[in-house]
């Protein structure tokens, strides 16, 4: 907190009696301005406390709710403080003046349908058929989700889907209620106004049952009336009946916590917006994937496209495998007439220093290592031979190898080369790294040919 603490919180309604709580689609309310700091806080913004607030504090898993005051201040973080409530805005408001408090009615509904999708989501997964409790929730921009104490099979996910979607279709009514218990999932440091704490009950409406089951006949019998799903402490604003969420569509799950699973969901205009979004990636992937089908065809598409993709990379590989068989065998040619080996006194096999040097820009580490075990099957890595191979674009850099029989040899050249190219790496008889461009590669060979020259002098 700021300077601004709540020093006139006894004349404040407390957090649990707030319009916003009891009438939570009021959109537009006055009331007066109690307190406001002198100065900014941390964050740039001033710390205003209010009589009353349609905008909702910070609490319970539900963000806060943004709006206005006076219709140009602008509200953008409340929170809870006990049982006060503190209105963080862009401009000091002038205090004990009457204030036009405006909500952001967007972010405020949205809150409204997840959260009470959420106690709905929570009451049939708690049912005893599949004894899944709620041991936390959340919820971001875009997904909510559950914490439950196990995961339910697929076919019960589905078959909650299933009912959530018919009780919203019946428009079970929401109560506020209140009751004396403290309830043990609320902070420590929230104290119910008039000893009382909030509770928020959704009823399931029999006599709408009874109308399903005999439609012509339902009117003339006795009145049902209403018995408890859902019974749970809440602080947060919510729908006054199941018609409001629209709809709630389950998604997928992750295993968390030892058994734990957390479940993810998005409930009316979010299930929407998923549904468009969704609609539109697949629409743009026809073209992509050359499946005019549509999406019907996309599996079956994407499948063929895959086996073409490992017939085209195996190709690829063997077409590569000739290059380099290819290349090694020039090679062959050139060492037999330039750099020949001899047998010393001992009987040993040797040659005179002698550099190889090669780069190829569409290839990469495999190729590389293609070409060195050539070399190795055709015994070309003897005596003073020292072979520079790399690969990859100049822009993007790539891998390098330095090959030779004498790790005198290799180890100087990798020492050179790693002052003029951007490359880390490493290793005895056959240095290899990873340059991150191959910008300077021209002054390496050439600094490499010297050190070469140097030895056969």
Request: charged letters at 25%; aromatic letters at 6%.
């Amino acid at each position: 907190m700021h300077e601004s603490a709540p020093t006139t919180a006894t004349t404040q309604v407390p957090v649990g009696l707030l319009t916003c709580q009891h009438t939570p689609y009021l959109r537009q309310f006055n009331t007066t301005v109690l307190s406001c700091s002198k100065k900014p806080n941390k964050q740039k913004l001033y710390e205003v406390q209010l009589q009353d607030t349609i905008l909702f504090p910070e609490g319970g898993g539900q963000p806060c709710d943004y709006g206005t005051i006076n219709e140009s201040i602008e509200v953008k973080n409340v929170q809870r403080v006990g049982t006060s409530h503190v209105h963080h805005t862009t401009a000091p408001v002038e205090e004990g003046i009457e204030a036009r408090l405006e909500v952001d009615w967007k972010r405020r509904f949205d809150h409204m349908q997840q959260h009470s999708g959420q106690h709905l989501v929570s009451a049939l997964f708690e049912q005893p058929e599949y004894g899944c409790d709620t041991l936390a929730w959340g919820m971001n921009a875009t997904r909510c989700h559950v914490e439950l104490s196990k995961a339910p099979t697929p076919e019960q996910v589905q078959e909650v889907e299933d009912r959530l979607n018919l009780y919203i279709r019946r428009n079970y009514p929401v109560h506020v209620t209140f009751t004396e218990e403290r309830p043990a999932t609320l902070p420590k440091d929230y104290v119910g106004p008039n000893g009382v704490f909030r509770v928020i009950e959704i009823m399931q409406d029999l006599d709408v049952i009874a109308a399903e089951e005999d439609p012509v006949n339902h009117t003339h019998k006795e009145k049902r009336g209403l018995v408890r799903l859902d019974y749970n402490p809440c602080c947060g604003t919510h729908v006054k009946s199941l018609k409001d969420l629209q709809c709630i569509k389950l998604l997928h799950q992750e295993k968390i916590r030892g058994n734990n699973s957390r479940l993810y969901f998005v409930v009316g205009q979010r299930a929407l917006d998923l549904l468009q979004e969704t609609y539109q990636v697949t629409k743009d992937l026809a073209p992509v994937l050359s499946a005019p089908g549509g999406p019907e065809t996309y599996v079956d598409t994407i499948v063929k496209n895959q086996k073409a993709a490992r017939e085209t990379v195996k190709q690829v590989k063997n077409l590569l495998k000739e290059i380099a068989a290819y290349q090694v065998r020039d090679w062959i040619a050139e060492l037999k007439d330039k750099n020949p080996i001899t047998t010393q006194e001992d009987g040993k096999s040797t040659t005179a220093p002698y550099l190889i040097k090669y780069h190829r820009d569409d290839v990469d580490m495999d190729f590389l290592g293609v070409i060195t075990a050539l070399l190795k099957d055709n015994d070309l890595i003897q005596g003073q031979r020292v072979f520079m191979l790399s690969a990859g674009e100049k822009k993007d850099g790539g891998p390098m190898m330095i090959v030779g029989q004498s790790d005198e040899a290799v180890k100087k050249i990798a020492t050179e080369v790693s002052k003029l190219i951007d490359i880390k790496g490493g290793g005895k008889g056959r240095w290899q790294g990873k340059a991150k461009s191959w910008q300077g590669l021209d002054s390496a060979w050439l600094a490499a040919e010297a050190l070469v020259h140097a030895e056969s002098a």
